[in-house]
């Protein structure tokens, strides 16, 4: 029912494989894009110069394009809350996380940002494009005080239009400024059996891996029955 194909990059001359696989995802979506990964890391900066990599051009020139056009479009992106798995750290390793999260995440208010580029060419991000973390929550005993912690995104997954995906163990790290999306394994998967459903408020041929792929982690995000 769908169709794989591998982007492997283990030496520096074919990174780029992966991060153009992305690339060409975003760019050629028509609705939507869903993505799960540890990070997102869409600038930085190199010998005193800030620089972007295609992942961030990419996003942003497929929101210009839905904006100047007034087409609906959006892109989900879910990514731990901060990029730690525990709490056990000293204040200065969590300032220092913390700033590195700032600075280098799609999300920040950092000059290079997408967030900030979208804002500077008159966009309200938000209608485009929206940044999710989760959390768990309990009560602790015996005080019955509320508990809560991050639950920390290691799953790396982008689904497209519930067409297609692209998964494996890359991660969106600032290795894609070099050229790549680290040094790891991807699958591409494209639907071949449809299913009906709706996008955009219109009937539609969803794929069923895909579509089902995206409905079941929701599903679970939102502590919905599977």
């Not at 494989?17 to 869409?42: G, P």
Request: net charge positive; with cysteine; charged share 25%.
């Amino acid at each position: 029912s769908m169709v794989d194909q591998n982007f492997f990059s283990s030496d520096r001359k074919r990174t780029s494989c992966i991060q153009n696989a992305f690339c060409s995802l975003i760019q050629n979506s028509k609705y939507h894009v869903y993505i799960e990964d540890e990070f997102i890391v869409t600038f930085k900066q190199k010998n005193g110069d800030w620089k972007s990599n295609k992942l961030g051009d990419t996003l942003y020139k497929r929101i210009m394009k839905a904006h100047k056009k007034k087409k609906n479009w959006k892109a989900i992106i879910l990514v731990p809350l901060r990029p730690v798995k525990t709490f056990e750290e000293t204040h200065g390793q969590f300032e220092t996380r913390k700033m590195m999260s700032t600075r280098y995440s799609a999300s920040s208010k950092a000059l290079h940002s997408i967030i900030t580029r979208l804002k500077a060419s008159g966009v309200n991000p938000s209608n485009y494009i929206q940044f999710y973390s989760l959390r768990t929550w309990g009560v602790s005993e015996p005080h019955a005080f509320l508990a809560t912690s991050q639950i920390y995104t290691h799953s790396k997954v982008m689904i497209v239009d519930d067409r297609k995906c692209i998964f494996g163990n890359t991660r969106v790290s600032a290795n894609i400024v070099e050229g790549g999306i680290d040094d790891n394994d991807a699958f591409f998967v494209q639907d071949k059996e449809m299913v009906k459903s709706r996008m955009d408020g219109k009937d539609y041929d969803a794929g069923v891996f895909a579509s089902g792929l995206r409905q079941k982690l929701m599903r679970e995000h939102l502590g919905c029955d599977l």
